[in-house]
């Protein structure tokens, strides 16, 4: 969830992929080149010689990404509590209000998403007292 919520663009891209295309970091998007006379744009393949971006990726290598990658399950369940916590839990099903395995699941990215929110409030008066960001 973490990287879902801090890198967006990151957690969209497959490993195994950004072996093989250029990405864009930021936006999750493979980066575009315009190749012949009709300029038809087209994906960039990485180069052969050319890194990953691994040391710049917040997933750090192709083995942590397995660590910090949320299984279909887990981001199906991610994806419920958003809409659920967005329409102040008004989009609940009924039969499922009262579910205990789906209470303790939403307290558990309840309370990520408040360590995700002090850690965000951290970095922001870190920047305010020294002016420097950190990561």
């Known amino acids: 969830m973490w990287l879902i919520e801090e890198h967006p ?24 080149v315009r190749v012949g006379p009709e300029r038809k744009e087209e994906f960039q393949p990485r180069p052969s010689g050319v890194p990953t971006p691994c040391s710049t ?39 499922l209000a009262n579910d205990p395995i789906v209470a303790r699941n939403f307290a558990a990215l309840a309370d990520v998403r408040v360590q995700i929110d002090e850690n965000r409030r951290n970095k922001l008066f870190q920047f305010l007292l020294t002016g420097k960001t950190t990561e």
């Open 57 to 95: 990726c917040p997933k750090k290598s192709p083995e942590n990404a397995k660590e910090c990658t949320l299984s279909r399950k887990n981001y199906r369940t991610y994806q419920f509590w958003r809409m659920c916590n967005a329409s102040h839990f008004h989009y609940m099903p009924e039969h």
């Open 9 to 32: 663009g990151a957690a969209s891209i497959d490993c195994d992929d950004c072996a093989k295309w250029i990405y864009d970091l930021e936006t999750g998007q493979k980066a575009t």
